[in-house]
């Protein structure tokens, strides 16, 4: 005879915070603590919504449900596996994405700039986007949603990559207007296409960086933090071609994160405009078209 305990939602959420709680984990994908945590995990594994009542967290969870949860509360535990990774799903401006090893979990806070529409950067609103180091897709995708009119390019190296972000347009119904590139930056786009935004979050972590990280970011791509040159080598690429693929009005926004100080002693003449986040992050620069083009002797 097999015997079922019977535990309720409410239970196991409290007993997986003081779970991460009693662990050293790394919280830096998406969630800040061991309770909001447990939350993700939790409810997503149930496909209950992060503001379920009271009354539906008394419910009791049946076997199968309690040996998903078990098996996941262990994967992040003793594998150091980021949540969004073992739930498959990540929100990123206001949005929910597909998310697996094929691409970083989204994170940037690039998605706060999104949602309040770059203001009061840009002057009108864009009519060609491009994401440039895309991964899943998440700054593009959000992009096309925040501006209706939009054309979005998702460029991307890894295949992978691409195939989840077009996963990803798939649900988001944005097929029409947001396309998937497999390009070396802009190797592969055609010349003839200008920008009115070009947003990226590419690759920016040095090697003596890496090593450091802890273990939930090992779980991710490295082609997705890595860079070269004290994690400036991908930057400056783009800063050195960036002007050739903006319209003359366009604007460049680019997160550099850990490596600003570094990207500040290489470009100390470039007028970086370093940009503050109400919600938390920083090292996002922007700049325009422009001051790309007039500085561009500095990225060689
Ligand atoms: C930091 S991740 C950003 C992913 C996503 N945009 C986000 O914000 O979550 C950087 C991405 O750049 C891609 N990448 C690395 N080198 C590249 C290159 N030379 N050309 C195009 N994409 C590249 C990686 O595959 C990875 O998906």
Redo the contacts with the bound molecule.
């Keep these: 005879m097999v015997i079922w305990l019977v535990i309720q939602i409410a239970t196991y959420l409290e007993n997986t915070v003081r779970r991460f709680e009693s662990e050293d984990l790394c919280y830096a994908h998406g969630t800040e603590n061991a309770r909001d945590e447990a939350v993700y995990l939790v409810l997503c594994t149930l496909g209950m919504p992060f503001d379920a009542d009271t009354l539906s967290l008394q419910k009791p969870i049946s076997p199968e449900q309690l040996e998903l949860l078990d098996e996941r509360v262990r994967c992040r535990i003793e594998k150091r596996i980021p949540v969004a990774y073992l739930v498959g799903k990540a929100w990123f401006a206001g949005h929910s994405f597909r998310c697996d090893e094929r691409?970083?979990i989204?994170?940037?806070p690039i998605a706060e700039l999104i949602r309040n529409r770059f203001e009061p950067l840009l002057k009108k609103n864009p009519t060609r986007i491009l994401?440039?180091?895309?991964?899943?897709g998440?700054?593009g995708i959000a992009c096309a949603l925040e501006f209706t009119q939009s054309y979005v390019d998702l460029?991307?190296?890894?295949a992978d990559?691409l195939t989840l972000a077009a996963e990803n347009v798939r649900d988001h119904r944005l097929g029409e207007r947001v396309t998937t590139w497999e390009?070396?930056?802009f190797a592969s786009l055609p010349g003839q296409v200008s920008y009115d935004l070009l947003v990226c979050?590419?690759?920016y972590v040095a090697a003596s960086e890496l090593v450091q990280l802890p273990a939930e970011f090992k779980q991710e791509?490295r082609?997705?933090?890595f860079s070269e040159e004290q994690g400036l080598a991908?930057p400056v690429r783009i800063l050195r071609q960036a002007a050739d693929f903006l319209s003359p009005d366009g604007l460049l926004i680019m997160e550099v994160g850990s490596s600003s100080e570094s990207l500040l002693a290489r470009l100390g003449a470039v007028p970086l405009l370093w940009l503050e986040f109400e919600y938390g992050g920083d090292g996002v620069f922007a700049l325009t078209a422009e001051q790309l083009q007039q500085y561009r002797e500095s990225f060689s």
């Design positions: 691409a970083l989204p994170r940037s994401d440039l180091c895309t991964g899943g998440c700054i460029v991307d190296i890894s990559a390009s070396d930056l979050n590419p690759p791509p082609m997705g933090l991908i």
